[in-house]
């Protein structure tokens, strides 16, 4: 589930590759690393890295919840967000499997209200390949999402949005995808999400940590989310009920492990089954997306709800898996990723740092505005909130911006920076190697 702004799926491309052991992971350097996190409340949350199958690394940085305050452990658990629908693929798997559907069946057959549910197949819903817009997407959204909804309300929301491209002939990543996804599975097997899970995932594998129920008390789930602004402040939780196999699952970085060593034995579903997964078109398999690391080629996926961010993934070649879990982040969780991946292939990275700069209030008024640019269809506004500013693009949440030179602002967990130009009213969006000029309206 996407949340305060869209994260980056794959993990940086790196050049050249050098396989090692499992003892030369430099655990002495990732000490350093999240202790820098740490010190600089850039992060709150927890991560575990294994080799060969055997979990060889974990840390837990910051605290689960503020108040009362309780410090984040291994045992603390998370929303994983999207990653729930690398859960819910394997179920689907699993129901093929058992001749329940194919990859091929029509949308149709389910639910024919969805427009061009005739043309929408399994596999295309899987894929992000259904033309289905993503509900998450709508403004609205985000004035309903804390509320309890129930499956037929949910059904209903889908099936009035348009169908944004034909079936199958590009990608477009939607969680309205999974929900109906969701909502198949539980007719095929009349039963409900959460035992669906239990049964055949978490069950079998000894996921202790890892459940779904919107239902279930307050205490049960572990952390609470949090958005950094001039301290962490928690924020607005979306109610389950509404996300479902999309991204309802609450789970531990080390769960996550023992579901990537058993998906990627195929312990879970058989190998055909797991090579349709991981067949990659534009980057996404069924439930999985491609994770690059130096010539290495990785599968998982990432996740996003609220404050609360997640990623894993697992090298085949390597057998290394690992997961990230994040309650709150003020830096791009690839960064992560990548020291985790390269402490454990014995390859250079860097301890972070983070420049400080200290605005002048009254330079906070020359930035606010509504800013449109010729190079892509995407207006951002940007307001001030008291001694800070924030953006929010065309469909999105809001999220705040750090100074951190003079007209320079970043939202490091997207990996964004914003440089404006007052007098020009202009300013120059950069984010994954790209830059987009935006002139304010």
Not at 324 to 334: P, V
Request: charge should be negative.
């Amino acid at each position: 589930m996407p949340t305060r702004t869209s994260l980056s799926l794959l993990i940086a491309l790196l050049t050249g590759f050098t396989a090692l052991s499992a003892q030369t992971l430099d655990k002495e350097k990732l000490e350093r690393y999240f202790a820098v996190l740490d010190s600089s409340e850039r992060f709150l949350g927890s991560v575990a890295l294994a080799q060969h199958g055997q979990l060889c690394y974990t840390r837990s940085v910051g605290f689960a919840q503020l108040e009362p305050l309780q410090k984040a452990d291994e045992n603390t658990r998370y929303r994983i967000g999207s990653i729930s629908k690398t859960f819910t693929a394997v179920l689907v798997m699993k129901a093929i499997e058992a001749g329940k559907l194919n990859l091929d069946t029509p949308l149709s057959t389910f639910f024919p209200e969805i427009k061009n549910a005739a043309n929408i197949s399994i596999r295309h819903l899987l894929s992000h390949r259904s033309g289905i817009a993503n509900f998450t997407d709508n403004p609205a959204y985000l004035a309903w999402h804390t509320q309890n909804r129930t499956r037929s309300e949910m059904l209903q929301h889908i099936s009035t949005l348009e169908s944004i491209f034909e079936p199958g002939s590009r990608s477009a990543y939607s969680n309205s995808n999974y929900v109906l996804l969701t909502l198949i599975l539980e007719a095929l097997f009349q039963q409900n999400y959460r035992d669906l899970l239990e049964q055949h995932i978490t069950g079998p594998v000894g996921l202790t940590n890892t459940f779904f129920d919107p239902e279930a008390p307050a205490d049960s789930m572990g952390s609470r989310s949090y958005l950094f602004t001039a301290k962490w402040e928690e924020s607005p939780t979306t109610h389950l009920s509404i996300p479902l196999g999309a991204g309802g699952i609450i789970s531990t970085p080390t769960d996550l492990l023992r579901f990537a060593e058993a998906l990627f034995s195929a312990k879970l579903v058989q190998k055909e089954s797991l090579d349709a997964m991981c067949t990659l078109r534009d980057q996404l398999g069924l439930g999985l997306v491609g994770l690059p690391f130096y010539d290495q080629r990785g599968f998982g996926h990432t996740g996003g709800i609220d404050g609360w961010s997640s990623v894993f993934g697992y090298f085949p070649d390597t057998k290394t898996a690992f997961a990230l879990c994040a309650n709150g982040s003020r830096i791009n969780n690839n960064d992560v990723s990548i020291a985790l991946l390269s402490a454990a292939n014995g390859k250079h990275f860097d301890l972070p740092t983070f420049s400080i700069y200290t605005i002048n209030e009254a330079d906070l008024d020359l930035y606010p505005g509504s800013y449109a640019s010729a190079q892509i269809p995407l207006k951002i506004t940007i307001k001030r909130e008291g001694q800070r500013l924030t953006a929010q693009a065309t469909g999105q949440p809001s999220f705040p911006l750090e100074a951190t030179a003079l007209h320079i602002f970043k939202f490091e967990q997207a990996g964004i920076e914003m440089e404006f130009d007052p007098e020009n009213k202009r300013l120059l969006l950069k984010q994954a190697g790209a830059e987009f000029l935006f002139e304010r309206e």
